[in-house]
């Protein structure tokens, strides 16, 4: 297995250009299941991710083929005929999103088995919302064996459905799934996260007729049958939030390019409050932390427009060092504060009580060896690498690699020591 070794007190100067979203992405690949035509998506991150969804496309009967192409890397995927209709729990328990092809098998062919993905490291993550909602579309569910069984033999009819809190999965698994269904579909109480923008984007683009995009109600009307085309992927504002973040741990001035500011405007207004210098541009924005200890502000994670769960533990790594107590609130998953004792392996003060934790901001961090535990969390530990003295060690970055593309050579092109050390292979996630 990797590891990433950080040596830090590099302060950052230069561009990052950010990549295409993974959450994003993984969707559009799962609509690419809806239509017999090729889908061409374009600004596609190369991911652990998306590389474990191609294997379970391909398994379905996908043709897949990824190349460079003008606006970046590039997949195309096409699925002439569903072969199976099954997805097994090997490939999605490596992945939950893959359990999203589970909406487009049933639109497509009237049946599914698709295994349960199980819980994960953040929290119990239950798929009920998403069971839900293709019922409420018309399809029957039974549960056997860790798999769903699912079957809507007079195909899919339109439905309202009233979600009982926001969930970004259970919404988009609606939109597969509804988009071939006949007649409308209401989506109330919807998730706004940009990614389902980009999703009805590209599923209007195959001839899908949607409205309500970026509003909490989705209407859906049903079509016969959708195409191809080209869709570009929307910018990894999760990624914007990140390399924001460590401008701000290390200092310097790093310009993210290829995004947008207005995805991550409420991580912004906290950064600007702590003390950072944010500058917005046309494709994303100028990120200036001069000399001196940053300012301690509390933060509460929310659903789209609000502070993005996404960035807690990279926000709560600038915390670590900034003068005052920091109060952080998770209210979306129920155990993701696993990078907490690791920041403390690092020197950070910080105590946790159920969904609320304490940082009391330290002069300096000091490099030791850590684990990564998920995706944003392993990337918190290298962004706290990069302020602490020493040298970091960050273990199991298997985690980072599933959402995170390039990311030592992004760094490193601004300055920042961080190296691979390579392991034996693992596909672990
Ligand atoms: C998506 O997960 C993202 N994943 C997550 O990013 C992100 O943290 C999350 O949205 C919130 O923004 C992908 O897009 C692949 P939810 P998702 O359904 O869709 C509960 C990352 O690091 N819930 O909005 O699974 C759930 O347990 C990942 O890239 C139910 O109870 O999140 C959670 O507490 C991690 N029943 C809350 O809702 C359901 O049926 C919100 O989850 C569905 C969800």
């Known amino acids: ?62 043709e897949l083929i990824e190349r460079d192409g003008p606006d970046g890397s590039e997949t195309v995927l096409h699925t002439p005929e569903i072969l ?15 359990f999203n092809v589970l909406g487009p098998l049933i639109a497509r062919t009237g049946h599914a088995k698709v295994s349960l993905p199980g819980g994960c490291t953040i929290g119990a993550r239950p798929v009920d919302l998403h069971l839900k909602a293709l019922e409420a579309l018309g399809a029957q569910i039974d549960l056997h064996e860790g798999y769903v069984f ?35 579909t209401v989506l109330y109480n919807a998730a706004c996260e940009p990614e389902i923008g980009d999703l009805a984007d590209c599923l209007t683009m195959m001839g899908a007729k949607i409205e309500g995009k970026g509003t909490s109600t989705l209407v859906i009307t049903g079509v016969t049958r959708l195409g191809g085309g080209t869709h570009s992927v929307i910018a990894d504002r999760i990624e914007t939030g990140t390399y924001a973040v460590a401008a701000a741990m290390a200092g310097g001035e790093v310009r993210l390019t290829k995004t947008q500011s207005g995805f991550i405007q409420s991580l912004l207004d906290l950064m600007v409050k702590a003390g950072v210098g944010v500058e917005p541009t046309p494709d994303g924005m100028i990120i200036r932390r ?41 209210t979306i998953f129920e155990n993701r504060f696993m990078h907490a004792p690791e920041l ?17 901001g330290v002069d300096r961090l000091n490099g030791a060896e850590v684990m990564a535990t998920d995706l944003r969390a392993s990337v918190s530990l290298v962004i706290a690498g990069l302020a602490a003295k020493g040298e970091t060690v960050v273990n199991r970055v298997y985690h980072l690699d599933r959402g995170f593309e390039r990311l030592e050579e992004k760094l490193g092109a601004c300055g920042a020591q961080v190296r691979r050390i390579k392991g034996a292979a693992s596909d672990e996630g």
Not at 23 to 37: E, H, P
Request: charged content about 20%.
């Open 150 to 184: 699912a079957q809507a033999p007079r195909g899919l009819r339109g439905a309202e459905i009233t979600f009982p809190f926001v969930s970004v999965g259970a919404t988009e698994h609606a939109m597969l799934a509804a988009v071939l269904a006949e007649g409308v």
């Open 344 to 360: 403390a392996r690092l020197g950070a003060e910080i105590s946790v009580h159920g969904g609320e934790a304490r940082v009391t």
């Open 290 to 330: 001069g000399e001196g200890r940053l300012e301690a502000v509390d933060v509460h994670t929310d659903p789209f427009p609000g502070f993005a769960t996404d960035l807690q533990a990279q926000f709560m790594a600038l915390m670590t060092t900034a003068r005052g107590e920091s109060v952080i609130r998770e």
């Open 84 to 98: 199976g209709a099954i997805a097994p729990y090997d490939l999605v328990r490596q992945m939950r999103a893959s």
């Open 1 to 62: 297995m990797d590891k990433i070794a950080i040596i830090g007190g590099e302060r950052l100067f230069g561009e990052i250009p950010i990549s295409g979203a993974k959450n994003s992405a993984i969707k559009l690949m799962a609509a690419s299941l809806l239509t017999d035509q090729p889908l061409r998506l374009t600004n596609m991150p190369r991911l652990a991710d998306t590389r474990f969804l191609g294997r379970l496309l391909q398994r379905l009967g996908a």
